[in-house]
Structures are given as C-alpha cells and as structure tokens.
C-alpha cells in the first residue's frame, strides 16, 4: 500500500459554473464606459473608440482559448485599468498559451496598419486615428512587463519554472510602471504599477509556500486531480500555519462548507503542468514578430519627417481639434 493511501480522500473540487459569462461581460463594459464617461465628459469619441479596440484585442484571446479548449472562459472589463480574459485547462501547451497571447496584440496592430495605410489612400482622419489607437495599445501592450501580453510571451518564451525569477520580474515590472507613468505624468499608470505591488505581495505569499512545500518533496506542480491525498494533506497543514485567519474560519463553518474552501485553497498554490511543445522555430518567429511590433514606432520615428510630410492633412486635423 502506497502512503498516500493512509490519507483520507480529498474533497472534490467544484468546478466554477460557465453561465451568466455574457451578461457579466455586457456589464463590465457598460460600467467601464459610464466610469470614463464620468471623468473625461468630453472624450465621448475617444472612449467608444477606446472599448472598441478592447474588445478587438480580448476577442482574440477568448476565439483562441475556445478553439483550444479552454474551460470557462470569461472576458471582463475593469473601469480605469483595461480589460482581460481567463480561462483554464487542466494541462496546458507551451505553444497553445504562446498563441492564445499572441493572438490578442498582433491582430490589433495587423487592423491598424491596414486603417492607416488606408486612412492615407483616402485622407480619413477618422480612420488615421482609429488605426494610430489600434496600434498604439496593441504594441504598449507587448512590452516585457508583468502582467502585460508581451510579459507574459516572455515568460513562456524562456520556459523557466523559477519562482524567485518571476516574484523578481513582477516586482520589476510594478516599478517600471509607476517610473514610466511618473515620467509621463499619466496617474492611471501610476496607480496601476501600485495595484500590481499588491499583487507582486499576493506572489510573494505564494513562493514562500511553495518554497516550504519545495523543502517538504511536496509534488505542487500538478494538478488538483492528479495530486496525491498525502499531498493534499501537507499542502493543506501547511496553509493552515501560514494563514491563521483561514484556521478559525474553517473551525467554525460546517464541513460541507469547509471543503470545498480547502480544495479551492490548495488549487490556488498548485503550479499548473505546462508541456513544452514549442520548436525552436515556432518560437524564433513568434519572436520575430513581436520584436519587430515593438520596433514599429522607431522605425516611424527614424522616418517621421517623410511620414509628416505625407500625412500633413491628419496633422492639420489635430490642430483643429485641439483648437476647439
């Protein structure tokens, strides 16, 4: 008889229930437009064309997740701070994740090149700022930093399964956001690089127990279906001494409450298996294309003078704009 045998079984974990993931979406966007509405009552145009991008980009990410089999899925809008998608799997695919990032900034920044190469074909300056805001969002969202797209690429990118490595590059990340809002003097991002310190301390808690669990030859890196009752046990004494306040709650509920609460518990602190199918082609070019969508505004800027030249008409559109 194995160890784990001598365990008693561990609960059932429930699965999170998919309906009502439409109505939660319509109404995250409706209060993430009456929000900016309220504070910026003059930039009716820009907002619209700001939700309509959002949905552009996280569309991507929601179409590739249900064509790979995600369980789930769900996009949300977050007032002031911008939008994501979430979704699971059991086990998941190097290059399947790799896609499923990929595929919400590079279809944003494929729509705004072909706006505003035919914002100039036809001198549109509706579709000339369409496509600069499509392609602005898209490529500041591939930059290496925690929790954007092109931080997460990076991560999957280097296959590391270090979590000092990643508690330090979200705590880089969390200070370079605040540096370049302050440099910018745009408070949302500054507020944003604080909100993600809180979240680099939520990760934190999570390495230094998986770093117990890591000294203890506890198997975390599984998942909760997978997980030995001996395991489940460990990881769930180990909770209980980190987090005291969860020790007291669970005395004092029922057990068909207590439960399921435990499992959630464990499943939260257990790293997902990741197969590593991704060729070194796949992800030279994957690679490729996302250096090269970050080499995009350089490339315009070596070449700006041409570019004013050719574009003087948007340019004097602007003007207007900001005259009134």
């Given amino acids: 008889m194995e160890e ?12 999170p229930k998919a309906k009502g993931n439409l ?14 509405l309220f504070i910026f ?4 145009t820009f907002i619209f064309n700001l939700v309509l991008v959002l949905i552009v980009h996280e569309m991507g990410h929601y ?36 896609l499923v990032v990929a595929a919400g900034p590079m279809p944003g920044i494929l729509i705004g090149l072909a706006l505003v190469i035919l914002a100039g074909v036809y001198e549109t300056p509706f579709m000339m700022y369409l496509g600069l805001l499509f392609l602005l969002l898209n490529i500041i969202n591939l930059l290496p930093l925690d929790p954007l797209d092109g931080g997460q690429l990076f991560k999957l990118l280097i296959k590391t399964n270090h979590e000092l490595f990643l508690l330090v590059f979200s705590f880089i990340s969390s200070l370079t956001l605040i540096g370049i809002g302050w440099f910018i003097d745009n408070w949302i991002l500054i507020a944003f690089g604080f909100i993600m310190g809180f979240r680099v301390r939520s990760i934190q808690n999570q390495y230094n127990l998986r770093k117990e669990m890591k000294a203890e ?15 489940f ?31 959630s518990q464990v ?26 969508s970050i ?22 559109y602007i003007q207007q704009l900001a005259a009134s």
């Fill in 4 to 15: 784990f045998d001598l365990y008693p079984p561990k609960p059932e974990l429930s699965e």
């Fill in 217 to 231: 030859d506890i198997n975390y890196r599984t998942t909760y279906k997978l997980l030995s009752n001996r395991d």
């Fill in 23 to 36: 109505a939660l979406t319509i109404f995250s966007i409706i209060l993430f437009i009456l929000v900016f």
């Fill in 233 to 263: 046990a460990r990881i769930k004494n180990i909770l209980l001494d980190a987090t005291p306040t969860l020790k007291k709650y669970l005395e004092i509920v029922p057990e068909e409450e207590s439960e399921p609460l435990m499992a």
């Fill in 295 to 316: 080499a995009l505004p350089f490339v315009v800027y070596s070449n700006f003078d041409v570019i004013l030249a050719r574009y003087s008409w948007f340019v004097e």
């Fill in 63 to 98: 179409l590739m997740m249900k064509a790979f089999g995600y369980k789930n899925v769900r996009m949300l809008f977050i007032p002031l701070m911008g939008a994501f998608v979430q979704g699971s799997k059991d086990v998941y695919s190097q290059k399947q994740s790799i």
């Fill in 267 to 292: 499943n939260a602190v257990l790293v997902s298996p990741v197969e590593q199918d991704a060729s070194l082609l796949f992800r030279i070019v994957i690679m490729i294309m996302w250096f090269g």
């Fill in 41 to 44: 009552t003059d930039e009716v």
